[in-house]
């Protein structure tokens, strides 16, 4: 089974990172393909950022068709581009956030989300929303670091991280927390020792949905809205995808 992990920003280190813990948690047999754009934000912390990145990520899986992939993980927490994606494709597409809320449920009956800085908390609100599990989430919390903290000062992060799910913990009446960003996809265990909490995180909870999926021969439904977009002419820079059937 091969599962292209997506990073929708381009800071490499980063997608080395979350590729690493993907394989940590993958079953024998599967195998991660770890990618990010070429090009787009080095990290995602705003709409703007998001809607640049949704490009990309839509372009990493019109090359995982190419190649021979069984199901697409979107590894940012705002899940950017991933109606789009699964339009491209068959197989299935995870979100990280929506992979993290689902199993989330199945364990608690309320949890908090534990994000990277307080400006991106609207975007996993209005996630929150849409997909329906807002009244499961108690409340969202920012640990105030930026993004590329997680690679830069990994240890001083990793101990605002642990002292936000603290009062979490203390404060929220939850069962569990999720943590908000693909970038902390390699501290769940040490986060959950230190709490003492469930503590669900979004690419290794979409691995093992992934596989899921996967294994029971779910794929993306191409009856209705997820069918492969229309053929029709692009202009400018997007020229390329003119009249492209799938
Ligand atoms: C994210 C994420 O998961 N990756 C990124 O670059 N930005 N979202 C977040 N809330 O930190």
């Known amino acids: 089974m091969q599962i292209h992990l ?12 979350i590729g690493e813990a993907a394989t940590r948690i ?21 709409h703007f950022d998001e809607a640049i990145s949704a490009v990309g990520v839509a372009e990493e899986v019109l090359a995982g068709e190419r190649e021979n992939t069984d199901a697409y993980i979107i ?31 199945l364990i608690s009956t309320r949890f908090s989300i534990v994000t990277t800085l307080g400006r991106t908390g ?8 849409s997909y329906g599990f807002s009244h499961h989430c108690r409340r969202i919390r920012a640990a105030e670091i930026p993004v590329l903290d997680l690679e830069e000062s990994k240890n001083q992060a990793l101990d605002r991280i642990i002292e936000e799910c603290l009062r979490a ?17 390699d501290l769940r265990q040490q986060i959950q020792k230190a709490v003492g909490l469930p503590i ?20 993306t439904s191409k009856h209705g809205d997820l069918d492969y977009p229309r053929p029709k002419a692009f202009t400018g820079q997007f ?5 492209r059937t799938y």
């Open 6 to 17: 997506i990073n929708p920003n381009t800071t490499v280190s980063m997608t080395e990172k």
């Open 26 to 46: 993958a079953a024998p047999g599967t195998t991660i393909v770890a990618t990010n754009p070429r090009s787009g934000p080095v990290s995602i912390e705003s």
């Open 75 to 105: 590894a940012c927490f705002g899940d950017p581009g991933l109606l789009a994606a699964r339009e491209l494709t068959h197989a299935p597409v995870i979100g990280i956030a929506e992979a993290a809320f689902h199993m989330a449920t």
């Open 122 to 129: 609207i975007i996993a609100e209005h996630l929150l929303q």
């Open 169 to 185: 913990k203390a404060e929220d009446n939850i069962g569990a927390i999720v943590l908000g960003c693909g970038g902390m996809a």
């Open 200 to 219: 669900v995180e979004g690419v290794t909870a979409a691995v093992k949905l992934a596989e899921s999926l996967v294994s029971l021969q779910l794929g």
């Open 239 to 243: 020229e390329h995808l003119s009249q």
